[in-house]
């Protein structure tokens, strides 16, 4: 559903006279070392997948060129698979319209990067996909639209790439795109990489400036004629990203009195995810949720009596998945520090206990009560242990 603004905005089709594409901080072969192998897989590979989406929803607007606004790759040289996977997605395209790829900060042009001219990379690009590789960059998009950009050629610094693109010359009625990568000074007295100052677009007299960086969609400047956009990424990259997993359609109207329509289109398939259980009802409400596509961190905080103490060890190894059988959740970080035994509650072993068994349970909850270091948990682990040996050849 579009938002007031935009319904108040909308163009017509026929009104339109150029669409675009912009995207960014697409971060590919960017690690997460802090979950296991598998799933550390997964996440890499949803940030290639998510390509061929955009690319999809550039061909399903018809839009006349793609923008890429840095870091494409989380650094300069990436591992082969990456940035064959990139050629793998240009090159089954049967299209003309032209995609930019723009250096970042964390892909910088430099002699040991893909963008470097001799790469495999650069090479096998097809002919539609241009890469900025100097100042002063231009591309026409026909004869009334041109794309003006400059590469980060480091990691960090201060240099305004905005500022090195030509300014509007005087007679010059095309519509004029901007594309850089850098910071915007929204945090007063925040030190920013590669600035970009507010009142860029206007004072270089662009029609659009098409940035990245940011991770999370925005518009720099909501009521400036001319648009400062973040596309933000298409995939999220940790916990606590707001706005992420979409790009940028944007419409230039035949009326150039008119401000350009910035449309948020979602690509991004994963959902990362915060969560904390402190009851069993909650833990079984989060699980029979559809966590497919979810990378979560879970927290529990709960004692629990025996009895659901078993089920939420349940509920847990079939969120986390085992080798015969698929897990629940996409991609789970699980934090139980805070599920603990309910050592005073009754327990229900569900059959008579010989003396000695019985002695050794009441044994086992004692020490669960402990205060002594390391000395509860042990216990309560060897009590769970003793429940679930006498339920199972109870049953």
Request: negative net charge; proline residues 6%.
């Amino acid at each position: 559903m579009r938002t007031k603004a935009e319904v108040a905005n909308a163009i017509d089709e026929n009104e339109v006279a150029l669409t675009l594409l912009h995207t960014a901080d697409w971060h590919l072969g960017r690690r997460f070392p802090a979950f296991e192998a598998e799933q550390e897989k997964r996440l890499t590979r949803a940030r290639l997948e998510v390509i061929g989406r955009i690319l999809d929803v550039a061909e399903s607007r018809n839009v006349d060129a793609v923008l890429c606004a840095g870091d494409l790759f989380d650094r300069p040289a990436p591992e082969k698979e990456w940035w064959e996977g990139v050629l793998h997605e240009f090159q089954r395209r049967r299209w003309q319209r032209p995609v930019v790829l723009l250096p970042g900060n964390h892909d910088p042009l430099t002699q040991q990067s893909v963008y470097n001219a001799a790469h495999p990379f650069r090479t096998g690009l097809p002919e539609y996909v241009h890469v900025v590789d100097e100042k002063h960059w231009q591309l026409p998009l026909g004869d009334n639209a041109v794309v003006v950009a400059s590469p980060c050629e480091s990691q960090a610094g201060d240099t305004k790439l905005v500022e090195s693109l030509p300014k509007r010359e005087e007679g010059d009625t095309r519509i004029r795109i901007g594309l850089v990568h850098g910071q915007t000074f929204d945090i007063d007295g925040h030190q920013t990489n590669f600035p970009i100052a507010r009142g860029s677009a206007a004072e270089r007299g662009l029609d659009y400036l098409a940035i990245g960086d940011t991770h999370a969609f925005r518009e720099v400047e909501p009521k400036a004629h001319a648009p400062t956009v973040y596309p933000g990424a298409p995939e999220a990259t940790n916990f606590g990203e707001k706005d992420t997993g979409n790009v940028a359609v944007v419409f230039f109207p035949l009326d150039r009195r008119r401000r350009p329509l910035v449309r948020r289109e979602v690509v991004g398939a994963w959902h990362w995810r915060e969560a904390t259980c402190h009851s069993i009802a909650e833990l079984r409400t989060l699980a029979s949720e559809d966590l497919r596509k979810t990378v979560l961190r879970l927290t529990l905080d709960m004692a629990l009596p025996m009895q659901e103490f078993d089920e939420a060890e349940r509920l847990l190894a079939e969120l986390r998945g085992s080798l015969a059988t698929t897990p629940r959740v996409g991609v789970l970080s699980e934090h139980r520090q805070g599920l603990r035994l309910a050592t005073d509650a009754p327990i229900d072993f569900n059959a008579e206990l010989p003396d000695v068994l019985r002695a050794t349970a009441e044994r086992l909850q004692a020490q669960a009560r402990s205060d002594a270091p390391g000395q509860a948990e042990m216990a309560e682990r060897a009590l769970y242990h003793l429940y679930r040996l006498v339920r199972r050849d109870a049953a």
